[in-house]
């Protein structure tokens, strides 16, 4: 089946720590997202790239870091720097162009402990 | 820079009944306005994508309408079912290509 796999569902943090979440699609979209969805504060971007080994930060990419080393994977990773990274992360992918539908995986929740 | 809105933050109807949900955004420059449905602690569905040049766009029970001189979208549900209960999300595309989130209408359908 076509579509967009995050992994792992749930990931607990030690304070101090990296942690990478996965990211990978068959869809052969050019362009992939990382949002971050906290209660009442609906989805903020993290990162994007529309084409493999370049990528954009977007409104809150403080404390993040990405690659895009091959087009279907995005991995995503919250380093130490990131003070509050408890939160819902959605990864999304789409066509290249401003027109077309995007699509969204299941997301991993992230909780420091 | 694009803000997008959405009203109410939350509604509660019986079943059967139709139903609005709004969406407004600040900069008519889009290329596409696309409704999502996110149920608790998942991933975000998509349900309808209109494109800047349409008027609107079906779906079984849902329609949701452009009108981007207004900076106005609307998402109708006919005959709304316990099933439909979700939040709601409406975002935008603009030159930068991501998408611009409203912070979601929470429905609560009751049977």
């Known amino acids: 089946d076509g579509g967009i796999t995050q992994s792992p569902k749930y990931l607990f943090r030690k304070e101090g720590q990296n942690v990478t979440l996965s990211c990978e699609q068959n869809?052969?979209?050019?362009?992939m997202y990382w949002y971050r969805q906290d209660p009442g504060q609906g989805l903020r971007l993290i990162y994007y790239?529309?084409?493999?080994?370049?990528?954009q930060k977007g409104d809150i990419a403080e404390g993040y870091s990405v690659s895009r080393e091959k087009k279907e994977s995005f991995p995503l990773t919250v380093t130490s720097a990131q003070k509050n990274p408890t939160a819902f992360y959605l990864c999304?992918?789409?066509?290249?162009?401003?027109?077309?539908?995007?699509?969204f995986g299941q997301g991993t929740r992230l909780t420091v402990v | 820079k694009q803000e997008v809105t959405q009203i109410p933050a939350a509604l509660s109807v019986p079943e059967g009944e139709n139903l609005v949900l709004n969406c407004s955004f600040t900069?008519?420059?889009?290329?596409?306005l696309q409704w999502f449905r996110q149920d608790p602690g998942k991933g975000l569905t998509s349900l309808l994508l209109?494109?800047?040049?349409?008027r609107e766009q079906t779906s079984g029970r849902l329609n949701a309408s452009l009108d981007k001189s207004s900076g106005r979208s609307t998402l109708y549900i006919a005959a709304s079912q316990p099933g439909d209960s979700a939040t709601y999300l409406c975002?935008?595309?603009?030159?930068?290509?991501?998408?611009?989130f409203g912070k979601g209408t929470t429905l609560s359908v009751s049977s």
């Open positions: 999304a992918s789409k066509e290249q162009g401003g027109g077309t539908e995007a699509f």
């Open positions: 869809l052969n979209h050019d362009a």
């Open positions: 790239s529309q084409i493999v080994n370049d990528f």
């Open positions: 900069d008519s420059a889009i290329y596409n």
């Open positions: 209109i494109q800047s040049s349409q």
């Open positions: 975002a935008v595309t603009g030159a930068g290509t991501a998408l611009i």
